[in-house]
């Protein structure tokens, strides 16, 4: 992990590594952990939370490794998930509640509802989705503090 | 009612957090996906669950929920337990199925979770 605090804004960077069940969630928590010391609202902090977990999950279960950054300032949290993963074919079908491609042995992990992304979206006040087939994807979020 | 009450209702075992028993609990939410369950972002709510995995305790973690109680007799693990611990998250286990435990808790007047999507609010 990596922290810069130069120029008030904090970066928090983590590598995650894919099908690390028992690490993952750990970089979120890390990130949940920080906007606590710093002070935002637990509705934030909530927000952001659920939406870096998922995130983080995402790589975990779909991408063979990528980083989970974090962008801190007192006006706005931006996170960023890349991952070299297979990429999504068609993020508007990803995007659907309920739809999901991974595999039953993460569904018996308690993952692949089909809700990680529309939830992300849901929890973010602007959202970008970017993905390469076979080369990764890149999920970019923002959550005002207000 | 407060988690001693709870567990009492639903017969529970406390495996971690005898120390919270006095926590209030107004709100449930339960399931096995977890990525469901994510949905939800009401503090302070109690999460059934018949998933015995770490990240029961992850997304516990990360939605503020109150405590966990697993249902069917089943047990959290040992890192479930000291992750439990870490972040002071109670942790009960009652035999009874996730149906009755439900029904046995709406009927004592505990609210569903509110979920709040980008659409319209389901109660």
């Known amino acids: ?146 | 009612m407060n988690l001693a009450e709870l567990t009492k209702l639903l017969e529970a075992k406390v495996c971690y957090g005898e120390h919270k028993l006095d926590s209030q609990i107004s709100f449930v939410c339960a399931g096995d996906l977890m990525s469901d369950i994510l949905v939800f972002s009401q503090p302070h709510a109690l999460l059934l669950t018949g998933l015995v995995n770490v990240q029961v305790i992850r997304t516990a973690e990360m939605l503020d929920i109150a405590a966990v109680v697993f249902i069917k007799g089943k047990k959290p693990t040992e890192e479930m337990l000291n992750l439990a611990k870490t972040k002071g998250i109670p942790l009960l286990t009652t035999q009874k199925t996730l149906y009755l435990s439900c029904g046995l808790l709406y009927e004592a007047g505990l609210k569903n979770v509110t979920l709040s999507t980008g659409k319209a609010e389901i109660r």
């Open chain 1, 1 to 146: 992990m990596n922290e810069d605090k130069s120029n008030k804004d904090i970066k928090l960077e983590y590598p995650i590594k894919g099908m690390d069940f028992l690490a993952a969630g750990e970089a979120s928590s890390n990130i949940k952990h920080t906007l606590q010391l710093i002070g935002f609202s637990p509705a934030i902090i909530r927000k952001v939370a659920i939406a870096a977990y998922e995130a983080e999950m995402n790589i975990v279960i779909h991408g063979s490794q990528g980083v989970l950054k974090t962008l801190i300032n007192p006006a706005k949290i931006e996170l960023v998930a890349e991952d070299t993963g297979p990429g999504i074919p068609d993020i508007e079908l990803a995007m659907q509640e309920g739809y999901s491609t991974a595999p039953d042995n993460i569904r018996e992990m308690g993952f692949g509802a089909g809700m990680g992304l529309p939830n992300i979206k849901n929890c973010a006040d602007e959202f970008t989705l970017d993905s390469i087939v076979n080369k990764g994807t890149t999920l970019k979020v923002i959550i005002y503090n207000q």
